[in-house]
Nanobody, 123 residues
Framework: QVQLVESGGELVQAGGSLRLSCVASGRAFSSYYMGWVRQAPGKERESVATISRSGGGTGYADSVKGRFTISRDNAKNTVSLQMNSLKPEDTAVYYC????????????????WGQGTQVTVSS
């Protein structure tokens, strides 16, 4: 069992930056693939970024490539998402999620979810 708690979401102007953090409790954090998933109002959940168990491999949605960076610290049981050059279309609830198996581009492979943190980007 893994419990995930996100923080860092807030209102920011377009072009600005935010850093989201997720702290995991429970055992064997380093055995999970981690990801950030977002859901905008009226839309389905979208995988934004994923990171391998060691942190050596990452993947991004085309919509955020070059602007977002995912990282993890297995010693501190944390995963972060650095978001730069934010756009109004990045507005969404951002969820931290953990998967036992490599999640790929979808969201159904995740086994555990945080409660979400709201990111709002004003134009």
């Amino acid at each position: 069992q893994v419990q995930l708690v996100e923080s860092g979401g807030e209102l920011v102007q377009a072009g600005g930056s935010l850093r989201l953090s997720c702290v995991a409790s429970g055992r064997a954090f380093s055995s999970y693939y981690m990801g950030w998933v977002r859901q905008a109002p009226g839309k389905e959940r979208e995988s934004v970024a994923t990171i391998s168990r060691s942190g050596g491999g990452t993947g991004y949605a085309d919509s955020v490539k070059g602007r977002f960076t995912i990282s993890r610290d297995n010693a501190k049981n944390t995963v972060s998402l650095q978001m730069n050059s934010l756009k109004p279309e990045d507005t969404a609830v951002y969820y931290c999620a953990a998967a036992r198996l490599a999640p790929g581009a979808g969201t159904s492979e995740y086994d555990y979810w945080g409660q979400g943190t709201q990111v709002t980007v004003s134009s």
